[in-house]
C-alpha cells in the first residue's frame, strides 16, 4: 500500500537496529544500549530512514519524523527492553507495536511531496488520467488524517483498498 511505504521504511531503519546478540545478560544490554547510542549508529540510522521515507515526505520532514524515531528507540528503556525480550518471540505483532511506536512522530499534516508521489503512483496505474488521481487524493485526505492514513494501513489494509476503491470509482463518476 503506498502510505505503508512511509511508516515502512522508518520501521526498517529500527528494524535494522533490533539485529542484537543474545540479550539474556545485564552486559549485552549494556552493549547494545551503547551501540543504539552512539553517534555514528544515529547517524546511519537517520540516514537510511531519510533516504527511505523522503519521496512521500520531503527531505526536510523525513529528517524529522526519522530523528524522532531513533530518539524515541534510544531514551525508552521499556521499549529496548522490549526489543530485546521479543527478539526470538514469534508472539509479538511487530507491525502493531512498530505502528504504535513511530506513530507521534509522523506529520500531522500531509506534507506537499504526499501529494506528489501520490500522483506519480496513481498514475503508474496506467488507467487514470492526473485528475482523477488528485480528485482520489483530496477525497483521502478529507477522511483520513496523516496518521489515520498510516494507521489503518498498517491495522486494517484491506479496509483501505475498499475505501480507495470507492473513493476512485467515485471520482471516475464525476
Do not use: H
Not at 531514551?75 to 512498530?98: V, Y
Amino acid at each position: 500500500m503506498l502510505f505503508r511505504r512511509i511508516s515502512a521504511a522508518i520501521l526498517c531503519a529500527v528494524a535494522m537496529s533490533l539485529a542484537a546478540p543474545d540479550a539474556d545478560s545485564g552486559e549485552d544490554m549494556m552493549i547494545f544500549k551503547a551501540i543504539l547510542q552512539s553517534p555514528i549508529f544515529k547517524d546511519n540510522f537517520v540516514q537510511s530512514c531519510t533516504a527511505q521515507s523522503m519521496e512521500w515526505l520531503g527531505a526536510s520532514q523525513a529528517d524529522k519524523t526519522c530523528n524522532c524515531a531513533f530518539d524515541r528507540m534510544v531514551k525508552d528503556s521499556k521499549f529496548i527492553n522490549r526489543i530485546l525480550g521479543s527478539i526470538n518471540s514469534e508472539n509479538i505483532d511487530f507491525q502493531k507495536w512498530g505502528f504504535d511506536f513511530i506513530e507521534p512522530c509522523i506529520p500531522q499534516n500531509y506534507p506537499a511531496e504526499t501529494d506528489i508521489a501520490f500522483v506519480k503512483e496513481c498514475l503508474k496505474a496506467g488507467d487514470v488520467d492526473k485528475a482523477t488521481c488528485e480528485c482520489v487524493l483530496n477525497s483521502i485526505k478529507k477522511d483520513y488524517s496523516v496518521r489515520d492514513l498510516m494507521k489503518t494501513a498498517f491495522e486494517d489494509q484491506k479496509k483501505l483498498e475498499v475505501d480507495l476503491m470507492l473513493k476512485s470509482a467515485q471520482c471516475l463518476s464525476k
